[in-house]
């Protein structure tokens, strides 16, 4: 899609107008050696080298943390970036997707030109992201007793009631769910990159122990060390830069469901706020479902990407158990979703890792083991057999599926420039 | 300030906080209060500054029954507070008040969150979480946290009509 055929109301939406100009990464581990400043110079850095930029063409930063990280006058220190513009926000899931359209937003206000994003974390090392450790001493205070005093603290505890009536209003099955862990996993058997690239199967994950019904072990996301970097930036700026452009289309940010500080008191409870977002999205980006051609949903747990699947309208509400498990789903089916293995399996970043993802694959150049050509582009066999490739054939459209809780959510559409 | 340790958690209500801080001194009396709206005239759990339907700040406490059915639940078999490790398994129930149940719209139920317990407000063992699933007819009890401070927990009511309850089929 060209640039000068976005929609007459585009000047609204800002449709095509911005683009991703560059994504980075450290290693995903557990077992850091480094801290979260040291993470984020270093994804903030691989991301720049990406884009082609040197300090001086970044003037903003965004970065979000729950309390668990560095910020962004000390990273843009380091990286001798003199900022125009910069805010740490507080928050995990979901942020990805509101962060970008906050730094086009910034960039449309004249308020700086180029932002990075950066999300730095030990996960695994230092502030546990599954709740054990420093997240469970904390105290208890006021508002917090209703949930965390009954043992309901950790996401998985947290969300388990939707999962749990999701299975009683559709009878979804464990089975049906492991399939999502069956296809990022095959998916990550094709990335370097991922923590976890081991294939399994249905009965790897329904076999492993229970954490908290219904999820079994298998269906939770790795917990990992890493800090993740995006560039945003117009696409009048980013055509000059190193990379193909891949142009954002629309976007919705931290969508919530009524009562969003205790969403289950608004129902059904199988419903989450994808059900909110989903016409604003396709709305704002000018295109329709039957055209996206990967997703990357927010996988904390297998049931989180079935829910946005199914809300965001890939098939229909209660029918995503038979969704997930048709193979649609899958490197080589109609719709693949989380090809770089996502939080499953991959690593956990907060979001940001399938955004990545989704901007390589737009740019047709995903960094799995194909061979790389003279003109340092991989030369894709679409062979999606163990250690081989990953890269969708001619991937234009992309949906990214951001989740924070089943009562807040954000999402975005990408296409290739 | 209420303060006190519960299950190895130091849960804390600050004076400010002053709906939080009616709510559970209501509790520590065996009267389980909720706020309603004077414009709205709905009740609303958790306690909240203002109602949720209007955005009207004014409101009375009123006492509310506590029995309801089970719409959801997680069975907690890895526990992440300390306490709660040697507790394992344990159930987090999502109770529907049969009080306001469908109002305002169907969709809507006061959905008031606790454990399953036993009578002595222990945390209930395995073979009665066992018993508990989508359906079964709850009564509200209290945990003592400390003095004027307690919090509403759930148990099976015994003299209700039991419907089978849905559970998680693997157990």
Redesign the interface.
């Given at each position: 899609m060209a640039q000068q055929e976005f929609g007459v109301d585009s000047s609204k939406t800002l449709r095509g107008k911005y683009a991703i100009a560059g994504v980075g990464e450290t290693t995903y581990r557990r077992g850091s050696t480094e801290s979260t400043r040291n993470l984020a110079t270093w994804a903030i850095g691989n991301a720049m080298a990406d884009a082609g930029l040197k300090p001086g063409d970044v003037d903003g930063m965004l970065s979000y943390s729950g309390n668990d990280s560095t910020m962004s006058n000390f990273v843009a220190g380091d990286l001798g970036i003199r900022l125009n513009f910069y805010m740490d926000v507080h928050g995990g899931g979901s942020s990805t997707e509101a962060l970008i359209g906050i730094a086009m937003g910034v960039i449309e206000a004249g308020m700086c030109e180029t932002v990075v994003i950066f999300r730095a974390m030990n996960g695994y090392t230092q502030i546990r992201i599954?709740?054990?450790g420093a997240?469970?001493?904390v105290?208890?205070?006021?508002?917090q007793?209703?949930?965390?005093?009954?043992?309901?603290?950790?996401a998985g505890?947290m969300f388990?009631?939707?999962f749990?009536?999701h299975?009683?209003d559709y009878g979804t099955t464990?089975e049906q769910l492991a399939h999502v862990k069956v296809a990022h996993s095959k998916h990550a058997s094709n990335n370097p990159k991922a923590y976890y690239k081991t294939r399994c199967t249905v009965e790897d994950v329904?076999n492993s122990?229970?954490?908290?019904?219904?999820l079994h072990l298998l269906d939770c996301c790795v917990e990992t060390d890493n800090a993740t970097a995006i560039i945003v930036t117009s696409a009048e700026r980013a055509r000059d830069m190193r990379q193909p452009l891949v142009h954002i289309l629309g976007l919705v940010g931290r969508v919530t469901k009524?009562?969003a500080?205790?969403h289950?008191?608004?129902?059904?409870?199988s419903r989450v706020a994808r059900y909110y977002a989903a016409d604003r999205l396709f709305g704002n980006a000018g295109v329709t479902r039957e055209d996206i051609d990967i997703t990357g949903s927010y996988d904390a747990f297998t049931f989180t990407t079935m829910l946005q699947l199914e809300e965001y309208g890939f098939c229909k509400k209660g029918e995503g158990g038979d969704y997930v498990s048709s193979g649609i789903i899958e490197l080589g089916g109609a719709r693949p979703n989380n090809t770089s293995g996502g939080h499953l399996c991959e690593g956990y970043t907060h979001g940001m890792n399938m955004v990545i993802e989704n901007t390589r694959q737009l740019r047709h150049d995903v960094d799995d083991s194909c061979p790389i050509g003279p003109d340092g582009k991989r030369r894709h066999t679409y062979d999606y057999s163990t250690g081989r490739c990953r890269q969708v054939k001619d991937a234009e459209l992309t949906a990214n599926l951001g989740w924070a809780t089943p009562g807040i959510g954000s999402a975005m559409i990408m296409t290739r420039g | 300030m209420l303060q006190g340790e519960y299950l190895g958690m130091n849960l804390t209500v600050h004076d400010v906080d002053k709906e939080n801080h009616a709510f559970f001194e209501y509790c520590a009396k065996g009267d389980f209060r909720l706020q309603k709206g004077k414009e709205s005239g709905l009740l609303r759990y958790p306690p909240t500054t203002a109602c949720p339907w209007t955005g009207d700040r004014d409101y009375e406490w009123v006492s509310v029954e506590g029995k309801g059915s089970v719409h959801s639940y997680a069975e907690v078999h890895h526990g992440i507070q300390p306490a709660f490790k040697a507790r394992t398994p344990y159930l987090i129930l999502l109770v529907d008040l049969d009080t306001q149940k469908g109002k305002p719209s169907e969709d809507e139920a006061l959905r008031v969150a606790g454990n399953l317990v036993s009578e002595d407000g222990e945390l209930a063992p395995p073979e009665v979480v066992k018993q508990v699933g989508i359906g079964t007819r709850v009564r509200m009890v209290f945990s003592q946290v400390s003095e004027g401070f307690a919090i509403p927990q759930w148990m099976i009511d015994e003299r209700a009509d039991q419907p089978a309850p849905w559970r998680f089929p693997q157990e």
């Open positions: 599954g709740g054990t997240r469970s001493a105290p208890i205070e006021g508002d007793i209703h949930h965390r005093a009954y043992g309901w603290q950790a505890q388990a009631p939707t749990m009536r299975m009683y464990s329904v122990r229970i954490i908290v019904k219904p009524p009562r500080d205790m289950y008191q608004h129902g059904p409870i | -």
